[in-house]
Every structure is written in C-alpha cells, then in structure tokens.
C-alpha cells in the first residue's frame, strides 16, 4: 500500500465531492422561476456593461454561455438523483482511502521500532511526510463537512453525516483487515527475500566450485604440456609414463611379415 497513491485518490475525492456539490447546489438554485434568475444575469450584465462602456466580444460570448448554463439547469427539473448518489459514493472514496492512510502511517510507525530502515528516504523524510500528509488528509474532512452542512442544500449535509457515521464503522473493519493483509505482505516479502538469499548464496558457491574445477584442470593440462615439451620421455598425455611403460616403448618393435 502505497500513501502517496492513497493519498492522490482522497484528494482526487474531495475535488469531486466539490464538483458534485456545485453542480447540485446550481441545479436546485435554478430549479424554480427562471424568468427572475435571467432578469438578474441581465441586470448585472447591463450594470458592468453600460452604453458609454460597452461589453467586448469574450464578455458578451461569456454572458451568453452563462444563461444557457442556467437554462440547461433549469431543464432538468431538479434532477439531482444521481448527482446526490455520486456525490456519495466520491464521499466513501474518500473516507476509504483515509482510513487506508492512517492503517498505513499507523503500521509503518510500529515497524520502525522493531525493524532498520532501508529505504532510499531519510527517516527525518519519511516522518515528516506522514505527519503533513496526516494533517492534509483532517484539513479536508473539516472543508468537506464546511462544504457539505453549511455551504449546500441541507440534504448534502444529512448525506454527510450518514456517510461519515457508516465509514467509521467500515474503515474499523478495514483498518484490521489492511494491517493483517500488511502484516502478510511483509511476512511474504521476507520469505521471498531469504530464498532468494538462499539461491544467490548456492549460486554464488556452484560459480566458486566451478572456477576451482576449470583452474585445476587447465593446472593439470599446461604442467602436462611443460613436462611433454622439457621431458618429452615421459609422454605428452596428462598423466606421465611409468619406468616400466618407457622401458617397455624403448624395446625395439618386431613387425612379422607375411
């Protein structure tokens, strides 16, 4: 488990959320008389745009848009079903993955009193960036329910808190999970690491026994060559003649003819 991915899918949730918030809050804003809602887009156009102080092209282009965004909304009728239902499923996103962090943080803190680190961070680093992390991950709960309950309709707020009391309960749950399931990772990491010890240890003696072998035998092929050149006598095989075998070569061959 990775923070920083974790950490990159609460932030990438907490956007979202935001996102989700705005577009439900335009939505039930516009949902109603939309004569009032474009006679105020009008008015406040016409007040920043006087005669003697005309609109440039971009700003009445933006103006346009503007009114056709609101008149979009206002078609939809106050549909904001599946709005409401993404906007939760980004919210348990969210509380998902911090409560993954905390595991994580929480885990690595434990290990650090019983294991050496050997990672490539420094441990000043790597204890600085969980504690930032940390308070970056509280400081968007705290904008998120700002956002949801005071900031929005208050069926974003009540969606909040229904959200937020069930994740309690899941990310107890998945908190014991992940630290069993780190727990394991790590235990298999180690049995990984001893057996490939292991093979680099017998791989490392097979190389050592083999280079001893070919070493001897090309020992035993050049003293063979030197002797075959200094005391031909003895013979030129790897092992030399006997007394008895270059007494026996020294006798004279008698061929029998037929």
């Not at 989700?20 to 006679?39: H, P, R, T």
């Not at 900031?151 to 309690?168: C, F, I, N, R, Y």
């Amino acid at each position: 488990m990775d923070p920083l991915t974790l950490f990159a899918l609460a932030n990438g949730a907490v956007s979202a959320v935001k996102a989700g918030c705005k577009l439900y809050k335009d939505i039930k804003s516009a949902s109603g008389d939309i004569k009032d809602v474009l006679n105020d887009l009008d008015d406040q156009f016409h007040k920043r745009h006087p005669s003697s102080k005309p609109a440039t092209i971009e700003q009445r282009n933006q103006y346009v848009q503007e009114k056709n965004r609101v008149i979009d909304l206002n078609k939809k009728g106050g549909e904001t079903t599946g709005i409401y239902q993404e906007i939760g499923e980004h919210l348990g996103t969210y509380y998902d993955n911090f409560h993954k962090c905390i595991a994580v943080f929480e885990e690595e803190e434990k290990r650090s009193k019983t294991e050496v680190y050997s990672g490539t961070d420094s441990i000043g680093k790597r204890a600085l960036q969980r504690v930032l992390m940390k308070k970056q991950l509280e400081q968007m709960s705290v904008e998120l329910r700002e956002l949801m309950v005071y900031q929005s309709p208050p069926e974003l707020g009540a969606l909040h808190t229904e959200v937020e009391d069930m994740m309690k309960v899941v990310g107890k749950e998945q908190k014991a999970l992940l630290v069993k399931q780190m727990q394991n990772e790590m235990l298999q990491a180690k049995r990984r690491k001893a057996k490939m010890d292991k093979l680099k240890n017998e791989a490392i003696v097979g190389i050592c026994i083999l280079i001893i072998i070919f070493t001897f035998g090309f020992t035993m092929m050049w003293v063979a060559y030197d002797r075959s050149k200094k005391y031909p006598q003895y013979g030129n095989e790897l092992f030399p003649k006997s007394e008895e075998q270059r007494h026996k070569d020294a006798e004279p061959h008698v061929y029998i003819g037929r």
